[in-house]
């Protein structure tokens, strides 16, 4: 459990998904595919990407520790991500999918979720345009950061799917310098 706990703090050597870079020009953002993976996610709806977030963690950290059908704890990843997928209009519930990624050795065979709210996810290879910035994020930074991917992508004539989209957090809130965040 220290470890996690450390992991989850420090976010040091902690493993991520893989992917391959489209590396072909200079740009203001990245060109990835994500190979085949789990990862174990739970939904929430609401109005606010924060307190959707901090929900999401704690039932997901849980699962970590061994709150799982198997009491088998699994270390920590990064990124936890989330998938947005907007209400109709501003006043409207946004659906928000909070997720770690789970890691290579449980990738074959991850313990069965305990929590009903907590489910695998298997998430098919796809492509995604992904655009990192620093600092603590929080839902006006991530509004932002969103906008100035779709100008980039705009600008330079690529088509994509506005939504849903992702947000994806490497760092844990008590890492104060050199912040990873991405769009």
Not at 31 to 43: D, G, L, P, Q
Not at 130 to 136: A, E, K, W
Request: one cysteine or more; proline letters at 6%; hydrophobic letters at 30%.
């Amino acid at each position: 459990m220290l470890k996690a706990v450390g992991q989850a703090l420090f976010s040091s050597g902690l493993q991520n998904p893989k992917y391959t870079e489209d590396k072909e020009k200079e740009r203001d953002y990245e060109i990835r595919t994500y190979h085949a993976t789990k990862w174990v996610s739970t939904t929430l709806s609401g109005m606010q990407w924060d307190a959707a977030m901090n929900t999401g963690f704690r039932r997901l950290f849980n699962y970590i520790q061994g709150k799982n059908q198997n009491k088998v704890s699994v270390e920590m990843t990064a990124p936890v991500s989330c998938r947005v997928d907007p209400g109709a209009g501003p006043a409207c519930e946004s659906q928000f999918t909070v997720s770690f990624y789970i890691p290579e050795e449980h990738q074959d065979n991850p313990p069965e979720p305990s929590d009903p709210e907590v489910f695998v996810e298997h998430r098919k290879e796809f492509t995604a345009y992904v655009r990192g910035f620093g600092g603590f994020s929080n839902e006006t930074m991530k509004r932002d950061e969103l906008l100035k991917l779709m100008e980039s992508l705009q600008r330079d004539g690529v088509q994509y799917m506005d939504q849903p989209f992702y947000a994806a957090g490497y760092d844990s809130p008590f890492k104060l310098v050199n912040r990873r965040n991405e769009k």
